[in-house]
């Protein structure tokens, strides 16, 4: 009688748990969907702590990916990779992770596996962006291309396709298709405050025109009073209009905001070595190589630091929580990348 309670309790939970399992990844998925990191990764832990059910690790990867806790992402992929080799979810995070962390020519090789194996909209934007901080621009023009041929028709969701494309045309020179395809981004998405932040830095910004740049970030801020890169950007516009004390003012919110973006102490850096403070630029700049500047965008600060201070900077390999969007008024041996999950 005790070895058939056994097995009815067994059937039971095992029952219950086939039941359960689907139910959790619905959730989790509804949480990351919505934009909630936080409470996915805590159910997906959960379901990590039952047996069996190693799905949830590609699940959690792109929790952590959500939040830029890149390496900690990199760890589920890899596991995701192993457990189920027949799925590219994990490969996918693993690719993310590692934009996110600046290791660009990785995350190029496993976009294009991704690509190679099962072509999406998606794939191919990322890998355009990964192109576009290697300065490839011509290879990221046509990822574009391609998920725009695979979209379908213009709507909201591809507001971030033409926003690519303007930016990639504003860095090869062609303003006119620049503004065309911004402009086409706002006219998509209106309540993007990226489109906004974007259409500033590389329509006005990128060319010179801090004061229209300056009215673009601030419709970016009205949709998100809490967008560190505008506040990051048009402090940096102001600084170049000449006006210190708002630009100060800017760049120390988006730090508060977000105080791994390395672009702030770039920024920071800058303003206190060109207003005579060498010892405090010192300190930012190195701030902002340890922050994972080089990894993304070069060595336009360890240059700097060169030149203006006394000790040359070591590169830690420390990288930011989440790729900032360009703040720099002129072109550098990397081009700015910007970020489409404000």
């Known amino acids: 009688m005790r070895i058939l309670s056994l097995i009815v309790m067994l059937t039971t939970a095992a029952a219950s748990l086939a039941q359960t399992t689907p139910r959790t ?16 990764i805590r159910i ?33 992929a890899r ?5 189920l080799p027949d799925s590219l979810s994990g490969l996918f995070q693993l690719a993310v992770a590692e934009q996110g962390m600046g290791q660009l020519d990785s995350a190029d090789v496993h976009f294009a596996e991704l690509i190679r ?20 621009l011509q290879d990221a023009m046509a990822d574009i291309e391609s998920a725009m041929a695979l979209g379908g028709p213009d709507n909201a969701a591809s507001a971030p396709l033409h926003r690519t494309k303007g930016e990639l045309a504003a860095m090869a020179g062609d303003t006119a298709m620049a503004r065309t395809e911004l402009d086409k981004a706002v006219q998509l998405a209106p309540n993007d405050p990226v489109n906004y932040n974007s259409r500033g830095y590389y329509l006005y910004a ?25 506040f990051n950007n048009r402090g940096w516009s102001w600084y170049k209009e000449g006006n210190t004390k708002k630009a100060l003012k800017d760049i120390n919110r988006a730090k508060r905001k977000k105080s791994m973006n390395p672009f702030v102490y770039r920024n920071l850096g800058v303003i206190a070595l060109e207003s005579g403070d060498t010892a405090k630029a010192c300190v ?43 703040t720099m008024d002129q072109r550098q041996n990397r081009p700015p990348v910007r970020s489409n999950a404000p």
């Open 284 to 326: 930012l700049l190195r701030e902002a190589v340890d922050k994972g500047f080089t990894a993304l965008y070069g060595n336009e600060v360890e240059q700097l630091m060169e030149r203006s201070c006394k000790q040359v900077p070591t590169t830690k390999n420390k990288v930011p929580l989440q790729a900032p969007q360009g």
């Open 117 to 136: 194996q099962k072509p999406t909209v998606e794939a191919y934007f990322r890998q355009a962006q990964v192109r576009q901080l290697q300065g490839k």
């Open 206 to 230: 990128f060319r010179g025109n801090h004061a229209e740049a300056i009215r673009e970030y601030g419709r970016a801020i009205k949709l998100n009073p809490n967008y560190s890169y505008a």
């Open 79 to 83: 596991t995701a990779m192993q457990l």
């Open 44 to 76: 997906a832990t959960g379901a990590l702590g039952k047996p069996g059910h190693p799905e949830f690790y590609a699940l959690r990867a792109q929790g952590y990916n959500a939040i830029a806790e890149f390496t900690k992402a990199a760890q589920d």
């Open 25 to 40: 990844e619905a959730k989790v998925r509804a949480k990351l969907a919505k934009g909630k990191a936080y409470p996915a």
